[in-house]
Structure formats: structure tokens, C-alpha cells
């Protein structure tokens, strides 16, 4: 891919991803962005997958302004793709071992937060701020499931649709190209 | 689709369950009955620290948010809050009679503590005041000032 369509494509999915995040922010911890997150993951390289999160995360904190929890984002998010990158070829698109993924994720969101905080703060800042956000990681865990349950496979096709188009022929995401030479990904 | 659907009913009910353990956790951990509540409000100031009220409350409240109410609704103070009871974080003091936050980033703001309540202790920090259960002979101090020290 061209590096100037490479840039407009990783901005485009980081501006996405924000905006899904921002129209859901009203649900406090029911969120698109681990989905999205997990579909950049199974199309992009994993260099742009992972610049796509650290985007996301600079649009964050440019928006809500920076603090303590941008740091968090700058490798928790990272980690998720990461993560996602690592469990491409075991789980293909099957949806229930991505919910399952996308689920534990979401419920150890906090746990993962906690460490940080356990770091700058104290081990009882941490321990405090965790328990404190149990309830919350729950409601994350669970929306996390459903909506990768629900949703990962027709956002993969209509995501699979559109980078067809974006690449154009000889594309990762080529027809005409073997499963082996794009990843996997039909 | 149908097996989806009792996939994400099984997960709705586990979530239930689940959410329902740490509320009931939450609540075990409530004082009811009467308590004495001891709050001192402090102002900081360059001359000094100045106490502004220092007063033991009989209460049934189980939070210190609703002792605050309470005090209110007597009129012995004048608390102006901000946020809502069922914030993440629950509502945070802005000001208390004339001592207000003017400037959010550079303070002075009201913050608070407790060297006897046990959350507090355990945790090294006090919740917010809506999170906060209170217990029998509980010492709160609350201080208007510019510095976290």
C-alpha cells in the first residue's frame, strides 16, 4: 500500500474508532472500540494495527485532555491489539472464541489499570482503585462478549468489503489472492 | 442465531449474578443504626488553619455523602456539590458556606480524610463521599486547601 493511503487509512480508522467511542460514552463502560480494535487487528498489518491504537489513544487525550488514565490507554490498548495480533491464526473469525477473548479483556480492563496505578501510586492505590471498579469491569466483560458475539462477523464482512476496495487489486484482501498470501483472511 | 441468543442470555445471567455478589458485598460492608460522627472542617489559610465547624452528629446515615445531606437539610452548613449520587465517582464538595473552588486547576479545593474509618485507613484514601461508609465514632476532617501535602 502506498504510504500516503497507508496514513489516511490508519487516521480514518483511529478518527472511526474515537468517534464510535465518543457516541457510546453515555454507557459507562459498554464500548465498540475493543471490536473495532479486534477487526483492525484481523485486516491491517500489525505495525499499522498497532499505530491505530496509539492514534486513537493521542486523539484521547487531545480531546479529554491528558491525565494519568492516557498513559494507561498508550499500552493497554496496544496490548488488546497485541493480543488480538497473537490470537489471529488460533481463532480465524470465530466469534465465540473472540467473545470469550474480547469478554476476559474487558474484565480485567481495571485489573490492568490497577497495575499502573499500583505503580505510580502504591500497591493500595492500586488494590483500592480495582476493587472500587469491579462492578464495572463486570458490565465491560459482559457487553464486551455480546457485542463481538453479535457483531464481529458481519462488521468482518463488510469490513473485508471495504478494504477490497480501499486496496484495490493485488491487495492483502485480493480475491484473487490465496488464504495464505493475505493472512488468512477470505 | 437462536444458540447466540442463549449464549447471550447465559452471559446476561452470570453478569446478574455477578453484579449482584458485589452489591451485596457493598451493602454488608454498611453500618446501620445510630452513629457518632465527628466532622471538623478546616480552611487554610495563610494565617493559619482555621476550624470553621467542628461538631459530633448522631446519624443513621450509612454513607457520608447522606450525613452531608443530613447536615444540609439542618442548615448547620451550606455544601455545594457537584456530579450526581450515581456517578462513577458519586458527587464531589465544590464548596462549603462562603469557601468555594473558583479555579478547579489551581485550587484551593475541598478534600478530606480520616485516620479512623477503616476504608479510609486500609486503602491509604477516602472515597468519594458517596462511596464512603461511615461507622461508629468516625472522625472526618475536611480541609479547604491549595496543597495535597
Redesign the interface.
Known sequence: MKPVKRIVLISALAATIFAAQVGLAFI?NVELVTLLFLLVALHLEPVDALLVSVVFAVLEALVWGLGDWVIGYLWIWPLWMSISVLFKKINGVN??RW?LLG?LFGLGFGFLFSLQHAVLY?V??G??YWI?G???D??H??SN??LI??CLVPMHRAFTTLMRRWEGKNGRHDENRGPRDNGGIR | MKKSLVKVLIVLGIGAVLLGAVAWYNQSKLQAGSKAIRIVMIVDEEAGDVTILDKTIRTDALTLGELLDEMEAKKWVDFELSGEKTDAFGRFIVGVDDYVTEDSAAGPWWLYDSETNPDCVSASYCSGIDQAPIYDKDLFTFTFTSSFE
Do not use: C, K, Q, T
Open positions: 459507562p466469534p465465540d467473545a469478554g502504591g493500595s492505590m488494590i483500592a472500587r469491579i462492578s464495572f463486570i458490565v466483560g459482559i462478549y455480546i458475539l453479535v
